[in-house]
């Protein structure tokens, strides 16, 4: 399966600010996946990122607030814009792995203070 | 977005127990994923399940495609601290491209 490396790990970030995550996969792939998972909850999903065209946000997630790039089919990033404490989550991106379902990174774990 | 009902969304057991848990939606689906999440991690997929009443296990954990197609259950035997974690459901409706919807996930506690 692909290996992610997400980064960073974690962040302290002041409320109006603005952090961009980055998403490396080992291989090539088509679509990648950006996650949201708040204290607690389940996953949900922010948007599908495909090379060469904009973002696919699912309802709730706007491009001002979440900006994504995808220049290349192993990279992509994730910016939270404005940030206010409810920003507060973990931040993940996959992958399709074949037909095994997804592949996350490890995540962000973001602080909004 | 759609619903999966993920029960029970917490356990308490002593090691060497078994574990069963389950996620029931209202809709169908294509696709039953399994997935456990360590504190600090990304979720890590278990079991991918495909077929209606398929049956698939991986070491000390059975899941179950259920027959309906809006349902599927996850069984851990003979429980070991290592066990704990957070488990997901996911799931892949028809023809909604590669779009997983994930449970509310079932929290794992083994007591030593």
């Known amino acids: 399966s692909a290996v992610i490396s997400q980064k960073p790990s974690r962040d302290i970030c002041q409320r109006g600010t603005s952090l961009t995550i980055q998403c490396q996969v080992d291989?090539?792939?088509?679509?990648m996946f950006w996650y949201r998972q708040q204290p607690g909850q389940s996953l949900t999903l922010i948007a599908t990122?495909?090379?060469?065209?904009?973002?696919?946000?699912e309802s709730g997630f706007v491009i001002d607030k979440f900006p994504i790039s995808r220049p290349n089919l192993t990279f992509s990033t994730l910016t939270v814009s404005n940030m206010s404490p409810e920003d507060s989550s973990i931040y993940l991106c996959?992958?399709?792995?074949?037909?095994?379902?997804?592949?996350f990174g490890s995540g962000t774990r973001l602080t909004v203070v | 977005g759609q619903q999966l009902n993920q029960s029970p969304q917490s356990m308490f057991i002593q090691e060497g127990e078994d574990v069963s848990m389950n996620c029931t939606s209202s809709?169908?689906?294509?696709?039953w994923l399994w997935y456990k999440q360590d504190p600090g991690e990304g979720p890590v997929l278990l079991i991918a399940?495909?077929?209606?009443?398929e049956l698939t296990s991986n070491g000390r954990l059975t899941a179950q495609f259920g027959i309906t197609r809006k349902d599927s259950f996850l069984n851990i035997s003979a429980s070991i601290p290592s066990d704990v974690g957070i488990y997901f459901c996911?799931?892949?409706?028809?023809?909604?491209?590669?779009?997983?919807?994930f449970g509310t996930g079932t929290s794992l506690t083994v007591i030593p």
């Open positions: 996959s992958v399709e792995d074949d037909r095994a379902g997804y592949t």
């Open positions: 291989s090539q792939v088509t679509m």
């Open positions: 990122a495909n090379q060469g065209s904009e973002a696919t946000y």
């Open positions: 809709s169908i689906f294509n696709t």
């Open positions: 399940l495909y077929k209606a009443g």
């Open positions: 996911a799931g892949l409706l028809p023809n909604t491209g590669n779009q997983f919807y």
